[in-house]
């Protein structure tokens, strides 16, 4: 009798726990849908500077603050070691500086702890400051603890007390970022991705390919070619997770096998705004943006009607 009163008692628990993850994880989406609008791309030197899995956290952990902009978190994981390449004391593994701060975000161990539950799932279990998705997530939370993204300045400055450090992240974010967060041309089309064209348009191992494939690693911002009304954004059979957009002239757009989603149908969009993340969903071998052009309801080439559009080069 106890031990099923104690099993029913475990049983209603956990059912709890579950139902408090489920809040937390909803919480979670919303603030990611709300913090990636208006957010900036990266610039020439940014991906030049930046390596690729470090750049796709920055982005991936900056809409948990809603507002703040992915280029803060990667300034601060440039000032603080070079993006984890710094060979000084307090980057590797174990190592502290002498200020006991450590891995590649420079947290102490006492703060880093004050955050480890707000990390979500994907970096060392249990959440350590020396794993750079677990520092970049924690800093993205310390920051927003401390007043970002509306007080930007005073929120760094918790991060490290100075006035010379603030100025420093604000001018290496400010390098970081393209002047404008959509291309000079409104209406115009760009690049949705940036990556390696592994599968054009047309036949393919007996069947019709209707898009492009974009190849690049999970992560890789999506952005939308031009300005529309988002129409869809979800799991789609075959595409894992797309979203459609409408544009003007009976034209829409698809991204397919996304990892993420950071638009919601009915959400007005404009050239060049982040709208997910490049993954591995539905039928597909390996991280890619399948992107696909419909005129007139027909799936069309879309390395030609870039042509046709004037539009920069899909392929490079
Ligand atoms: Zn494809």
Known sequence: MLVKLIATGIAALLFFVVLIAAAAASILTAFTNAGNSG????????LADIPADYLALYQQAAPTCPGLDWSILAAIGKVETDHGRSTLPGVAEGTVNHAQAGGPMQFLQPTFD???DTIPPGGATPPS???????????AAYLCDSGAPEDLYTAIYAYNHADWYVRKVLAQAEQYRTAATVPPQAGGWGVPAQGTCTSGFGPRNG???NGLDIAAPTGTPIVAATDGTVI???PAT???LWIRIQHPGGVITTYGH???NHVQSGQAVRAGQPIGEIGNRGESTGPHLHFQIDAGGQPVDPV?????????????
């Open 258 to 260: 996304n990892h993420t």
């Open 232 to 234: 869809d954004s979800g």
């Open 238 to 240: 075959g595409y894992g």
């Open 129 to 139: 400051r020396y794993n750079p998705h677990d520092a970049i997530h924690a800093a």
């Open 39 to 46: 957010s900036h791309q990266p610039s020439p030197h940014a």
């Open 207 to 209: 069947e019709r390919h």
């Open 304 to 316: 030609t009607y870039y042509q046709q559009q004037g539009a920069p080069s899909l392929c490079g």
């Open 114 to 116: 004050a955050y480890d």
